[in-house]
């Protein structure tokens, strides 16, 4: 059984930082694409970035700059190291995972079949 679990959520006064991490476990195969997404009270899920096996990334462009995704493709680990965090960056974050290789990278939710259960992001001013 696939497990997808996120942890590195909190709380944050604007301009500080935050760590998110996704530990993946139970995949038979390897997993080739992983993804960033966050929920927003009252708004629907948006992808924040992506990243392949190729270490390619892909960022939504108002995370540009600011977000940066990486993997441990050893571990099946998945982080999204978030500078010059802002209120509006608070959200539940949602790790996704994909074992099937897509030749390209995607945002879109259907792109990835396992899910984690999210961590909440808070940012204060």
């Known amino acids: 059984q696939v497990q997808v679990v996120e942890s590195g959520g909190g709380s944050v006064q604007a301009g500080g930082s935050l760590r998110l991490s996704c530990a993946v476990s139970?995949?038979?195969?390897?997993?080739?694409?992983f993804g960033w997404f966050r929920q927003a009270p009252g708004k629907e899920r948006e992808g924040v970035a992506a990243i392949g096996s190729d270490g390619n990334t892909l960022y939504a462009d108002t995370m540009k700059g600011r977000f940066t995704i990486s993997r441990d493709s050893a571990k099946n680990t998945l982080y999204l190291q978030m500078n010059s965090l802002k209120p509006e960056d608070t959200a539940m974050y949602y790790c996704?995972?994909?074992?099937?290789?897509?030749?390209?990278?995607?945002?879109?939710?259907?792109?990835?079949?396992?899910w984690g259960q999210g961590t909440q992001v808070t940012v204060f001013s």
């Open positions: 996704a995972a994909e074992h099937f290789p897509y030749s390209s990278l995607s945002l879109r939710e259907q792109h990835f079949t396992y």
């Open positions: 139970g995949v038979t195969y390897g997993i080739f694409h």
